[in-house]
T-cell receptor, first 111, second 113 residues
């Protein structure tokens, strides 16, 4: 079963705009990771945020984590056509031996 | 480029057959996890191997089995293939039994006919 739920399921924006994706989860976590996937290929690791962190930046990516609401958001600023992909959040269990993924947000960035 | 390699990239098998998928982990990583991703869905955890031992298993039947070798590479074996086993199989490499970032290979696309 999926622990995380991404919202929205699909997002279409123009190049240069910002894209925000949200993720909710159900149980306590050690960390939350965001991944990108292009056209059914492998997952590319974007960023990991630990449960004691509230915000993290990496280039054009900004991730927030609210453990009281069991939610996270991924913001991509100044989007590019190359950002077109599916984005997944994944949470670990306390044992750290499995990641639970949501269903993903399919982002389309139009040139 | 994550340094995690999977083989083969594509595979077509007949229902009832057996299949073996392979994964080479990233240098310095001792943990390999396997995931199944059906079309349009997020990956589902199959199992994890840490230092050659199974270290957690998802909700998959026993016909899904695995191995990890001393060099930390891994195999996923699926017996008695069913049509619903058609999916992208992803291998993830990490360290410390999965408590760090997990890096994925490009996957093996399995089609069961």
């Amino acid at each position: 079963s999926q622990q995380g739920e991404e919202d929205p399921q699909a997002l279409s924006i123009q190049e240069g705009e910002n894209a925000t994706m949200n993720c909710s989860y159900k149980t306590s976590i050690n960390n939350l990771q965001w991944y990108r996937q292009n056209s059914g290929r492998g997952l590319v690791h974007l960023i990991l945020i630990r449960s004691n962190e509230r915000e993290k930046h990496s280039g054009r990516l900004r991730v927030t984590l609210d453990t009281s609401k069991k939610s996270s958001s991924l913001l991509i600023t100044a989007s590019r056509a190359a950002d077109t992909a599916s984005y997944f959040c994944a949470t670990d269990d306390n044992a750290g031996n499995m990641l639970t993924f949501g269903g993903g947000t399919r982002l389309m960035v139009k040139p | 480029e994550t340094g995690v390699t999977q083989s083969p990239t594509h595979l077509i098998k007949t229902r009832g057959q057996q299949v073996t998928l392979r994964c080479s982990s990233q240098s310095g990583h001792n943990t390999v996890s396997w995931y199944q991703q059906a079309l349009g869905q997020g990956p589902q955890f199959i199992f994890q191997y840490y230092r050659e031992e199974e270290n957690g298993r998802g909700n998959f039947p026993p016909r899904f089995s695995g191995l990890q070798f001393p060099n930390y590479s891994s195999e996923l074996n699926v017996n008695a293939l069913e049509l619903d086993d058609s999916a992208l199989y992803l291998c993830a490499s990490s360290s410390q039994g999965g408590k760090t970032e997990a890096f994925f290979g490009q996957g093996t696309r399995l089609t069961v006919v």
